[in-house]
């Protein structure tokens, strides 16, 4: 194949196919009920509020006070990350020839896309 849109299209669609196939067979749950560690601590899930509750009375209280602006985006912060260390990932049970397969389609694609995009163009 010498038509660099052809084998631009065929990796676009291989790398897309592959990279549907994986989501599928993955599985995302959450436990934010139970806490989380950080270092060797065990912190509930709730206590991650009290930095943005307390900014948030502080802003309510003295609304020009650059603190209270920080501890409110610290805690929202400190929320967001709480959410994101909960998140679980679990591969659903699959054979070894269709995971293989996935990552040849999304490998494969890659390349293919990757040898069109950088491609040495210059008439000789």
Same mark, same amino acid.
């Given at each position: 194949?010498?038509? #660099?849109?052809? =084998?631009?299209?065929?990796?676009?669609?291989?790398?897309?196919? *592959?990279?549907?196939?994986?989501?599928?067979?993955?599985?995302?749950?959450? +436990?934010?009920?139970?806490?989380?560690?950080? *270092? *060797?601590?065990?912190? #509930?899930?709730?206590?991650?509020?009290? #930095?943005? =509750?307390?900014?948030?009375?502080?802003?309510?209280? $003295? #609304?020009?006070?650059?603190?209270?602006?920080?501890?409110?985006?610290? *805690?929202?912060?400190?929320? =967001?990350?709480?959410?994101?260390?909960?998140?679980?990932?679990?591969?659903?049970?699959?054979?070894?020839?269709?995971?293989? +397969?996935?990552?040849?389609?999304?490998?494969?694609?890659?390349? +293919?896309?990757?040898?069109?995009?950088?491609?040495? $163009?210059?008439?000789?």
């Amino acid at each position: 194949m010498k038509n #660099p849109l052809v =084998i631009f299209l065929v990796g676009i669609a291989m790398l897309a196919a *592959g990279l549907f196939w994986l989501t599928t067979i993955v599985q995302v749950t959450t +436990l934010w009920g139970a806490g989380f560690r950080v *270092g *060797g601590a065990n912190i #509930p899930s709730g206590l991650t509020l009290v #930095p943005l =509750i307390a900014g948030i009375l502080w802003v309510f209280f $003295n #609304p020009k006070a650059m603190g209270a602006k920080i501890l409110c985006v610290i *805690g929202i912060v400190i929320l =967001i990350a709480s959410i994101i260390m909960s998140v679980r990932f679990h591969v659903s049970r699959t054979t070894l020839f269709e995971f293989i +397969l996935i990552f040849v389609c999304i490998a494969g694609g890659a390349g +293919l896309i990757a040898r069109v995009l950088f491609a040495d $163009n210059s008439s000789k």
